[in-house]
């Protein structure tokens, strides 16, 4: 497994080595509200050392100091990863965090999602 760490075909990646990523802090949560929720009080989490949050959805997309952007024409540069769906910002700090949103995926690829 080590010459495939991906577990992805090499019809996928070719062969030899082509696939390298520097050192990332995923978070995974149920919803976005929940990672927001993590930053600051007593929690050790920080804003800025996140890189990218895969969670379900967002269940409140107005929450004061930070903004949701979907990922759009206007942004699509600030896009670093596949699959990522919006930009999580908060006000006066320039990190970004790439947010995918299992929600916008599976509706985007017509795949059923459960009911609310």
Partial sequence: MTKNPLGVSPYVLGEGPKFETKHLTLEFKNNLDGL???FGGESKKEFGHIDICVCWGILDEQ????LV???AANNFDERKYP???HLLRREGDSHVIQVILLEEVTRLSGLRTPAK
């Fill in 69 to 71: 952007e979907r990922i």
């Fill in 36 to 38: 927001i929720g993590d």
């Fill in 63 to 66: 929450i004061p100091g930070f």
């Fill in 83 to 85: 699959g990522c769906t």
